[in-house]
Each structure stands twice: as structure tokens, then as C-alpha cells.
């Protein structure tokens, strides 16, 4: 009898645990839904945000992508766009400062930004050490001050850096595109087994877009310019 009164009350705490777990759960998702995820007014403006293009992922650079010239000129399309309609832009760049990086070092070129998308006077710049591009940066407190609310993201490298921002403005709230002809990265290999830096790309893409778009919109800069020129 003892044995089972032992059990019935363990069992009565446990579910009472758990129940006050869910609680806290429950209030802390609604906390986050009243501030982190809402930081802007609704209909806010559409920035364009430019990710890591620097010389080290470019030909001769010390991390070069695969084919990176090529989607740095659907970048630079993108950007005079952006320019000719007085559009918001935001360069990134990575400054590498962890112990045993072989690129984007402090004070060399391979760090600087592309001339492909050389950004104006007027154009601000964020400066980040992590893969998320919010991470210990002033970028969140930009886009609040300007009342931006939609991202248009391109940039290097799709599976790191622009996958790691588009998860995270997507956890702040923002509206996120990813301009798919844009971006790119490396060859990975796995278990032995190389998988091709397009495939990677795709594989990243389509994981963003999965359930009807849940972290981003993809589109080609021939679709996106064209929707807006009508």
C-alpha cells in the first residue's frame, strides 16, 4: 500500500512538473512575441542586405567560392537597383578573429569588400565576427531605427553566414528574400563523399522555403527585378 501511495505521488509530481514547465514555455513564447519579434512598425520599408562579398572568396582570394564572379554581377544588379530607387542598403562584412583562421584576417585585402558591390558613402556597414550577421552587431538596432521590416538577402556563403542571418531576422520578425542567383558557396564533403557546391546551395535554399516560405521567399534577380518593374 505504502509502495503504491509512493508511486501515485511521484506520479502527481511529475505531471505537475510538467505542467508548470509548459507554463513557462507558454509565457516566455508570448514574451518573445511582444518584443523580440516585433521590432517595427507593419508595412515598414524593404532593405537590401549585402552578406560577406569580399575579396578572399573571389579568384586569387585565400576561400574562393564557386562561382563567385558570377553571382556577385546578380549582386551588383540588385544593388543599382536598390540605388536608382533610393532603396535602403546594408553591407556586411566578416572580420575573422577567432584563433586559426586563414581568411577575412583584420587589415588585409582579402577582407575588404568586393569592388562588385563597393558600398557608397551613404550605405551603412555592419562589421560582424560570427556567422549570424545580428550576432553582436548593431544591425537589429538599424533596422528598427529606419522602420525596415522586409530583407532582400544576398551574399557568401549560402550554407553559412546567409543561412545563419536569414534564421535569425526571420526569429526577429522581419520578412525575409533570398536572392537565389546570388548567392553561393564551397564544395562539402561528408563521410567522405563530396557534395558539389550547388547542390549545397539548393539543399540550403529549399530548406529556407520549406512550408510555404517559413524563413524566406526565394527568387532569381531576374524575377525580383522584373515584379518590381511592373
Avoid: W
Avoid at 90 to 111: E, M, S
Avoid at 128 to 143: A, H, Q
Avoid at 181 to 186: L, N, S
Amino acid at each position: 500500500m505504502k509502495k503504491t501511495l509512493t508511486v501515485i505521488v511521484f506520479a502527481l509530481a511529475l505531471t505537475s512538473c510538467k505542467q508548470q514547465k509548459n507554463e513557462y514555455q507558454k509565457e516566455n513564447i508570448m514574451a518573445q512575441n511582444t518584443t523580440e519579434t516585433t521590432p517595427f512598425a507593419e508595412n515598414g520599408k524593404t532593405a537590401l542586405v549585402i552578406i560577406d562579398i569580399q575579396n578572399d572568396y573571389f579568384p586569387g582570394g585565400t576561400m574562393e567560392l564557386v562561382s563567385a564572379d558570377e553571382k556577385a554581377q546578380n549582386a551588383t544588379k540588385m544593388l543599382s537597383y536598390f540605388r536608382d530607387n533610393d532603396m535602403p542598403v546594408i553591407h556586411v562584412k566578416h572580420i575573422a578573429l577567432q584563433d586559426g583562421a586563414t581568411f577575412f584576417l583584420p587589415n588585409t585585402k582579402g577582407a575588404e569588400i568586393h569592388k562588385s558591390v563597393t558600398p557608397l558613402k551613404t550605405e551603412k556597414i555592419i562589421t560582424k565576427n560570427y556567422p549570424n550577421s545580428f550576432r553582436d552587431t548593431k544591425l537589429l538596432d538599424y533596422l528598427k531605427e529606419n522602420n525596415i521590416s522586409n530583407l532582400v538577402i544576398l551574399g557568401m556563403m549560402t550554407d553559412v553566414c546567409v543561412d545563419a542571418t536569414t534564421r535569425a531576422a526571420m526569429d526577429y520578425g522581419f520578412n525575409n528574400t533570398i536572392i537565389a542567383d546570388a548567392v553561393t558557396t564551397r564544395d562539402r564533403e561528408l563521410n567522405g563523399k563530396i557534395i558539389p557546391a550547388e547542390q549545397v546551395t539548393e539543399s540550403y535554399l529549399a530548406g529556407l522555403n520549406a512550408l510555404d516560405g517559413l524563413y524566406a521567399k526565394i527568387i532569381t534577380s531576374k524575377t525580383y527585378l522584373q515584379q518590381e518593374q511592373k
